[in-house]
């Protein structure tokens, strides 16, 4: 079974820093694009920033020159270093992944979701 397993959420001040991580696990060839979007309460869902297998990367305006998407390809693994966050960074954030199978087919998965909270 595959799955995206999130970790690296929690609670920060203002200014503070955390690194979130996204590991697909299961019959996985490999990953193409990775993402991560964030869902705040009673907002819709939105792209934070994506990566492709090449490393080109899409960053929402609200957080360039804050966050930093990267991944392993080695790992299928993607992660996201935020910096100087701000309290408007509040929300679930969520690891989206389109994967290719050991059978070669390509479908897209959600992680389950980790909390992130930027409060003084």
């Known amino acids: 079974q595959v799955q995206l397993v999130e970790s690296g959420g929690g609670l920060v001040q203002p200014g503070g820093s955390l690194r979130l991580s996204c590991a697909a696990s299961?019959?996985?060839?490999?990953?193409?694009?990775m993402a991560w979007y964030r869902q705040a309460p009673g907002n819709q869902r939105e792209l934070v920033a994506s990566?492709?297998?090449?490393?080109?990367?899409n960053y929402a305006d609200s957080v360039k020159g804050r966050f930093t998407i990267s991944r392993d390809n080695a790992k299928n693994t993607v992660y996201l270093q935020m910096n100087s966050l701000k309290p408007e960074d509040t929300g679930v954030y969520y690891c989206?992944?389109?994967?290719?199978?050991?059978?070669?087919?390509?479908?897209?998965?959600w992680g389950q979701g980790t909390q992130v909270t930027v409060s003084s």
């Open positions: 989206n992944a389109d994967l290719y199978s050991e059978r070669r087919l390509l479908q897209n998965y």
């Open positions: 299961g019959s996985i060839f490999n990953a193409e694009t």
């Open positions: 990566i492709d297998r090449l490393g080109y990367t």
